[in-house]
């Protein structure tokens, strides 16, 4: 090994945002404080997400093994996906919910059912219906991540419209609706002290604390 390479120690650098190694020595110490901070607080954010996460998965396999506990009073086995839950402690004090939550998404069809509400926009009297145009503007409209909302599409077929053309479109939009995944859910409340139907959800959710 040579002396020049002896002398090189990668510890003796910090990699900047383009990826450039820097001399510490070169670097202020504001910013070697604010590297450790963000790091620490990164790091230690990190772990606790591993904690949630194994906290998640475990407690859902000990409600289904409870579900499956429940069931084999009445001889019934259980098998698959588990749906929605509601479990409480015996004084009734605390409650855990289990929800499927299913993905949707629309094929192909949408942009057929697209088509024929913007005939239906054309043979329409111009001028008339101004507030269901923008209703169907903003229903299409997509977000910053370029994905379309599936609730506004829906709701579209709410609208009391009769023309035979919307008609078939609103069938459209329902024959393009397709199932693209589910995820489940864990909720934990808590009774609000001296209520009766009244929850506190014990949030989970950093933002939320």
Same mark, same amino acid.
């Given at each position: 090994?040579?002396?020049?390479?002896?002398?090189?120690? $990668?510890?003796? /650098?910090?990699? *900047?945002?383009?990826?450039? %190694?820097?001399?510490?020595?070169?670097?202020e110490e504001i910013d070697k404080c604010r590297d450790e901070l963000v790091r620490h607080i990164v790091h230690n954010a990190l772990s606790v997400q591993q904690r949630l996460i194994d906290f998640k998965e475990n407690s859902m396999s000990?409600?289904?093994?409870?579900?499956?506990?429940?069931?084999?009073?009445?001889?019934?086995?259980i098998g698959g996906r588990k749906?929605? $839950?509601?479990? /409480?402690?015996? *004084?009734?004090?605390?409650? %855990?919910q289990v929800a499927i939550a299913e993905y949707?998404?629309?094929?192909?069809?949408?942009?057929v059912a697209k088509k024929m509400i913007d005939d239906c926009?054309?043979?329409?009297?111009?001028?008339?219906?101004?507030?269901?145009?923008?209703?169907?503007?903003?229903?299409?409209?997509?977000?910053?991540?370029g994905k379309i909302n599936t609730r506004r599409i829906l709701s579209l077929r709410k609208l009391a419209i009769e023309d035979p053309m919307w008609?078939?479109?609103?069938?459209?939009?329902?024959?393009?609706?397709?199932?693209?995944?589910?995820?489940?859910?864990?909720?934990?409340?808590?009774?609000v002290e001296g209520a009766k139907d009244a929850w506190k959800h014990v949030s989970l959710d950093m933002a939320a604390i």
């Open positions: 090994m040579s002396e020049e390479q002896a002398a090189f120690s $990668i510890d003796d /650098y910090m990699a *900047d945002a383009q990826g450039r %190694l820097v001399h510490k020595d070169h670097v000990q409600i289904e093994q409870f579900v499956e506990l429940s069931a084999m009073d009445y001889d019934v086995q749906g929605n $839950i509601t479990l /409480y402690s015996y *004084d009734g004090r605390y409650k %855990l949707l998404v629309f094929d192909e069809r949408l942009q926009l054309t043979n329409w009297t111009e001028g008339s219906r101004s507030e269901v145009k923008t209703i169907i503007q903003d229903a299409f409209s997509v977000n910053q991540e008609r078939r479109a609103m069938d459209a939009i329902s024959d393009s609706l397709q199932v693209a995944g589910s995820k489940q859910y864990l909720r934990i409340y808590e009774r």
